[in-house]
Protein backbone atom coordinates (compact mmCIF):
# COMPACT_ATOMS: atom_id res chain seq x y z
CA UNK A 1 0.00 0.00 0.00
CA UNK A 2 0.82 3.64 -0.72
CA UNK A 3 -0.46 6.95 0.25
CA UNK A 4 0.30 9.51 -2.39
CA UNK A 5 -0.02 13.54 -1.22
CA UNK A 6 -0.11 16.41 -4.15
CA UNK A 7 1.09 20.16 -3.35
CA UNK A 8 2.16 22.98 -5.52
CA UNK A 9 -1.12 23.96 -7.39
CA UNK A 10 -2.21 26.92 -7.13
CA UNK A 11 -3.68 30.39 -9.47
CA UNK A 12 -1.01 31.40 -12.20
CA UNK A 13 -1.62 33.62 -15.24
CA UNK A 14 -0.90 31.85 -19.11
CA UNK A 15 2.80 31.60 -19.86
CA UNK A 16 3.27 30.94 -16.31
CA UNK A 17 4.86 28.03 -14.57
CA UNK A 18 3.69 25.56 -11.98
CA UNK A 19 5.58 22.45 -9.90
CA UNK A 20 3.40 19.97 -8.21
CA UNK A 21 4.85 17.05 -6.42
CA UNK A 22 3.47 14.32 -5.10
CA UNK A 23 4.87 12.61 -1.72
CA UNK A 24 4.56 8.98 -1.65
CA UNK A 25 4.65 7.10 1.86
CA UNK A 26 4.04 3.56 2.94
CA UNK A 27 6.07 2.12 0.61
CA UNK A 28 8.57 3.05 -1.13
CA UNK A 29 7.81 5.29 -4.51
CA UNK A 30 10.97 3.31 -5.95
CA UNK A 31 8.54 0.23 -5.98
CA UNK A 32 6.31 1.93 -8.05
CA UNK A 33 5.38 3.24 -11.95
CA UNK A 34 3.87 6.98 -11.62
CA UNK A 35 1.60 8.75 -13.36
CA UNK A 36 -0.09 12.31 -13.42
CA UNK A 37 -3.68 13.29 -15.08
CA UNK A 38 -5.67 15.48 -14.90
CA UNK A 39 -10.03 16.56 -14.79
CA UNK A 40 -11.22 19.69 -15.51
CA UNK A 41 -14.82 20.31 -14.10
CA UNK A 42 -17.23 18.29 -16.58
CA UNK A 43 -15.12 16.06 -18.33
CA UNK A 44 -13.30 12.63 -17.42
CA UNK A 45 -9.89 12.32 -15.58
CA UNK A 46 -7.42 12.43 -19.18
CA UNK A 47 -3.66 11.41 -19.03
CA UNK A 48 -1.21 13.81 -18.57
CA UNK A 49 1.73 12.09 -18.03
CA UNK A 50 4.01 9.27 -16.70
CA UNK A 51 7.18 7.83 -15.74
CA UNK A 52 8.67 4.03 -15.11
CA UNK A 53 9.59 3.27 -11.90
CA UNK A 54 13.45 3.79 -12.60
CA UNK A 55 12.64 7.05 -14.38
CA UNK A 56 14.62 6.40 -17.03
CA UNK A 57 11.38 6.48 -19.62
CA UNK A 58 8.41 8.70 -20.18
CA UNK A 59 5.56 9.29 -21.71
CA UNK A 60 3.29 12.72 -22.11
CA UNK A 61 0.07 13.57 -23.72
CA UNK A 62 -0.11 15.39 -27.05
CA UNK A 63 -1.57 18.34 -25.08
CA UNK A 64 1.58 18.80 -23.05
CA UNK A 65 4.35 17.76 -24.86
CA UNK A 66 6.73 19.87 -24.77
CA UNK A 67 5.49 22.03 -21.60
CA UNK A 68 5.39 19.73 -19.17
CA UNK A 69 8.39 17.68 -17.95
CA UNK A 70 7.51 14.34 -15.46
CA UNK A 71 10.44 13.65 -12.92
CA UNK A 72 11.20 11.42 -9.90
CA UNK A 73 13.41 11.69 -7.16
CA UNK A 74 13.14 8.08 -5.93
CA UNK A 75 15.47 8.80 -2.61
CA UNK A 76 12.95 11.40 -1.72
CA UNK A 77 9.96 8.89 -2.70
CA UNK A 78 8.81 12.21 -4.49
CA UNK A 79 7.18 12.68 -8.07
CA UNK A 80 7.34 15.87 -10.07
CA UNK A 81 5.50 17.72 -12.68
CA UNK A 82 7.22 20.56 -13.83
CA UNK A 83 4.47 22.61 -15.98
CA UNK A 84 5.48 25.66 -18.05
CA UNK A 85 3.70 28.00 -21.14
CA UNK A 86 0.78 27.13 -18.90
CA UNK A 87 -2.65 28.14 -21.04
CA UNK A 88 -5.95 28.52 -19.43
CA UNK A 89 -7.51 25.06 -20.89
CA UNK A 90 -4.84 23.43 -18.37
CA UNK A 91 -6.97 24.31 -15.29
CA UNK A 92 -7.95 21.01 -13.69
CA UNK A 93 -7.70 19.25 -10.83
CA UNK A 94 -4.19 17.31 -11.02
CA UNK A 95 -4.02 13.54 -9.85
CA UNK A 96 -0.96 11.55 -8.88
CA UNK A 97 -0.96 8.00 -9.44
CA UNK A 98 0.85 4.81 -8.68
CA UNK A 99 0.64 1.23 -9.69
CA UNK A 100 3.17 -1.70 -9.53
CA UNK A 101 5.56 -2.61 -12.50
CA UNK A 102 8.63 -1.42 -14.39
CA UNK A 103 7.48 0.42 -17.34
CA UNK A 104 4.81 3.54 -18.02
CA UNK A 105 1.18 3.36 -18.18
CA UNK A 106 -1.39 5.89 -19.28
CA UNK A 107 -4.69 4.09 -18.94
CA UNK A 108 -6.33 5.07 -15.75
CA UNK A 109 -7.80 1.85 -14.47
CA UNK A 110 -4.06 0.88 -15.24
CA UNK A 111 -3.15 2.05 -11.58
CA UNK A 112 -4.20 1.32 -8.28
CA UNK A 113 -3.33 4.11 -6.05
CA UNK A 114 -4.35 7.86 -5.81
CA UNK A 115 -3.85 11.28 -4.31
CA UNK A 116 -6.59 13.47 -3.41
CA UNK A 117 -5.62 16.17 -6.26
CA UNK A 118 -4.20 19.38 -6.24
CA UNK A 119 -5.64 22.70 -7.88
CA UNK A 120 -4.40 24.27 -11.19
CA UNK A 121 -6.38 27.09 -12.11
CA UNK A 122 -4.08 29.33 -15.19
CA UNK A 123 -6.10 33.08 -16.24
CA UNK A 124 -6.05 34.40 -19.31
Known amino acids: QVQLVESGGGLVQAGGSLRLSCAASGRTSSNYSMGWFRQAPGKEREFVAAISRGGGNTIYADSVKGRFTISRDNAKNTVYLQMNSLKPEDTAVYYC?????????????????WGQGTQVTVSS
Open 97 to 113: AARGGSRYYTGRSEYDY
